[in-house]
C-alpha cells in the first residue's frame, strides 16, 4: 500500500518505519526544514534504540522518504495516518492547533479515495471534528473515510511494541475502512478490537490513565508504606502475585513522567468536567503524582536542613525514564529545580538526555560517568533507573563521596545491602 505518515514524532517515526520495512511505500511527511533535512540523511530528531538503522535501510531501499509537501504525496497516499503532537494546553485540555492544521493540508491535496486515519491522542469527538474539516476543504471529486487507530508504544521499546502489540484498536464506520486497515496491520500479530470510533478513542484515554493509575496507587501505597514501617517492594511483588493485580507498572518512585501520561490524565479530567461527570479518580491520580515527587525531596531538604545551601548533589539520571533521552515532563525537572532554588550544586550524569536536560536545566553541571557525579558531593540521588546504575562500584562510589548518602528514588539498590556496605541509604517508600 502507499501511505501518507503526518508526524515524525515518536508515534509518526515508529510507524512510517515499521510499515515501510514490512514492504509499504511511506511518506513521511513533516513542517520543519531542518529536521526533514536530516530525516533524509537517516539523522533522527531523538534517540530510540533501533530505529535508526531500520529509518536507513528504508531510506536506501527507497520505500521511505521524507518531505516538506503534502502535495506529491497524500494525493498518491491510500491510507493518511495524522500522528501529530496533541501536547497540554493551558487549560489542561489537549491542544488540536497541529491535528487540525494537518487535517487542513490533507483536504486540500485528496484525490480520489484516501482513508484518513487518526494515531495521535484525542479527545472523544475530534474524529468527527477531522470529517468536517475533510468536507469543507476537499476538492469536490475527492472522497473519504476516517478511523481512529491509537498507538500504545512505549518510548525506549517502540519498535519491539509496534511489531508485538497486545491489542490493535480499529475504531471505524464502516466495513471499508476496517478492511484496508487489517490489511495493512496483516503481518503484525495482535488481537484487533474493531469498535467504534468514539470508542477508539476513549480506549487510548482509559489504557494510559489505568496505567497512571497503578503507579499513582504504588506512589501512595509508598508513602503510606514510609509512615507504617513497611517495605512498598515486598508489598507490590506480593499483591503482583495476584493474577487480578499483576505486578507490571507498581514500581513507586518519583512519579510518573514523559509526553505521554501526564498530559493524558490531565485531558481525561478536562474532558470528565466538560461532560458534567467526575473526575475525583483522574484528578487523585495526577494529585499523587506530585506529591510523589515532593515527598521524594522532601526527604532531601529535611535530612539536610539548613546545610543544604552550598551542598553539592550528584545526581544519576534526568530522562523520565531509562532508555529515551526524552526529558518531557521528567520528575528530575521540579526536583533538580527546588534543590537548586534551595542553594545546592547539582551535578548530574545522564547516558542520553544530557543535551535536551540542558535545555529545560540549564544552570546546572553536567558530567560524563556516574562516578564523576558522586566525587566529593554529600549526596548522591538515584532519579532514572537506568541499567548502567544497578551494578555500580558501590565500594569506589563510598569512597569518592564526601558522605556516603544515597536517595535512590527509583529503589535500585536493597536497602539491607547498601546498610552494611555503609552508606545511609533512603529507599522509596521502604
Ligand atoms: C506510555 C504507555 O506506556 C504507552 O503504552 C503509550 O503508547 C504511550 O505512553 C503514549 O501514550 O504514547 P511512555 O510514556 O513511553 O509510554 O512510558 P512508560 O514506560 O509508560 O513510562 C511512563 C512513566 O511512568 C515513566 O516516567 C516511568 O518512570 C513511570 N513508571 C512506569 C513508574 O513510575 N512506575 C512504573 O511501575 C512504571
Known amino acids: 500500500m502507499k ?156 519498535l519491539y511494541d509496534t511489531l508485538n502489540p497486545d491489542r490493535i484498536v480499529i475504531g471505524v464506520e464502516n466495513r471499508k475502512a476496517r478492511d484496508m486497515l487489517l490489511e495493512l496491520h496483516k503481518p503484525i500479530n495482535g488481537h484487533f478490537v474493531i469498535t467504534t470510533i468514539e470508542t477508539a478513542e476513549v480506549i487510548k484515554y482509559a489504557a494510559n490513565t489505568m496505567l497512571a493509575t497503578k503507579i499513582s496507587f504504588a506512589n501512595a501505597m509508598a508513602m503510606f508504606c514510609e509512615v507504617a514501617g513497611a517495605d512498598v517492594e515486598q508489598v507490590m511483588e506480593a499483591i503482583g502475585l495476584d493474577q487480578r493485580i499483576g505486578r507490571q507498572f507498581l514500581s513507586a518512585g518519583i512519579g510518573y513522567g514523559g509526553s505521554c501520561f501526564p498530559k493524558d490524565v490531565k485531558a481525561l ?80 550524569f545522564d547516558p542520553k538526555a544530557k543535551e535536551n536536560a540542558q535545555k529545560s536545566l540549564p544552570t546546572i553541571s553536567y558530567v560524563k560517568s556516574p562516578y564523576e557525579a558522586a566525587q566529593d558531593a554529600q549526596a548522591l540521588l538515584i532519579l532514572t533507573e537506568w541499567n548502567e546504575f544497578k551494578q555500580l562500584d558501590l565500594e569506589k562510589i563510598k569512597k569518592l563521596l564526601k558522605k556516603p548518602v544515597i536517595f535512590d528514588g527509583r529503589n535500585i539498590y536493597e536497602p539491607g545491602k547498601m546498610k552494611s556496605l555503609g552508606f545511609t541509604y533512603f529507599g522509596t517508600g521502604r
Open 269 to 348: 479530567v478536562a474532558m470528565a468536567r466538560r461532560y458534567k461527570t467526575s473526575d475525583v479518580l483522574f484528578s487523585a491520580v495526577e494529585e499523587i503524582n506530585k506529591l510523589a515527587y515532593l515527598n521524594f525531596t522532601k526527604k532531601i531538604v529535611k535530612f539536610f536542613g539548613s546545610k543544604l545551601k552550598g551542598a553539592k548533589i550528584g545526581v544519576l539520571g534526568l530522562a523520565f525514564k531509562p532508555n529515551t533521552d526524552d526529558m518531557r515532563d521528567a520528575p528530575s525537572i521540579p526536583i533538580i529545580n527546588s534543590l537548586v532554588g534551595k542553594g545546592a550544586k547539582v551535578v548530574a
Open 3 to 158: 501511505l501518507a505518515v503526518i508526524g515524525h514524532g515518536y508515534v509518526g517515526l515508529v510507524t512510517a518505519a515499521v510499515f515501510a520495512d514490512l514492504g509499504n511505500t511511506v511518506f513521511c511527511v513533516g513542517r520543519t526544514p531542518q529536521k526533514i533535512a536530516n530525516l533524509k540523511k537517516g539523522i533522527l530528531p531523538f534517540f530510540e534504540p533501533g530505529l535508526e538503522e531500520v529509518v536507513k535501510r528504508n531510506l536506501q531501499a527507497r520505500r521511505l522518504s521524507f518531505t516538506l509537501s503534502y502535495e506529491e504525496t497524500v494525493s498518491e497516499a491510500d491510507i493518511i495516518f495524522i500522528s501529530v503532537g496533541t501536547p497540554s494546553s493551558a487549560s489542561g485540555e489537549a491542544d488540536l492547533s497541529s491535528v487540525f492544521e494537518a487535517t487542513e493540508k490533507i483536504a486540500k491535496n485528496l484525490r480520489g479515495f484516501s482513508l484518513i486515519t487518526c494515531k495521535s491522542t484525542v479527545p472523544v469527538g475530534t474524529n468527527r471534528e477531522i470529517a468536517k474539516i475533510l468536507n469543507k476543504f476537499k476538492p469536490k471529486n475527492a472522497s473519504f473515510e476516517i478511523a481512529s487507530c491509537p498507538e500504545f508504544l512505549r518510548e525506549g521499546t517502540a
